[in-house]
């Protein structure tokens, strides 16, 4: 490559990436207010289940959910949030989160 063919390149990619990194900002959204509330007992469950999955989705996905699915319908709900969408739950907090989803919902 001649000398203004290589200053040619690096001029355009410089341009490249200064237009790239001016569009490229961080996203910021405001959430709509929570419409729901989990059933509040005295079950450790609860309050892992609050913060745990609180923290990705709406307490609607809980709360909306058929009744009387049962304990391995909310551990497969509860794998699939882990494997599937990167959940972050701690292993030990997902069997309690279970037994509170299990009697409760």
């Known amino acids: 490559m ?5 200053i040619l390149a690096l001029a ?7 237009v790239t990194g001016a ?3 961080p ?9 729901s509330t ?3 007992t005295s079950d450790p469950g ?7 999955c609180g923290t990705c989705h709406s307490r609607d ?4 959910q058929p009744r009387g699915k049962g304990k391995d319908f909310w551990a497969a709900s509860v794998n ?3 494997t599937v969408y990167g959940a972050p739950i701690p292993e030990a907090d997902r069997p309690l989160i279970v037994e509170y989803l299990a009697a409760n919902y």
């Open 38 to 40: 989990l059933k509040q």
């Open 12 to 18: 355009t990619l410089a341009a490249v990436v200064g």
């Open 23 to 25: 569009l490229a900002r």
């Open 46 to 52: 609860h309050a892992k289940t609050e913060t745990w």
């Open 61 to 64: 996905y809980i709360t909306t």
């Open 80 to 82: 699939k949030m882990v």
């Open 27 to 35: 996203a910021t959204y405001a959430l709509p207010p929570e419409t």
């Open 2 to 6: 001649t000398r203004p063919r290589a």
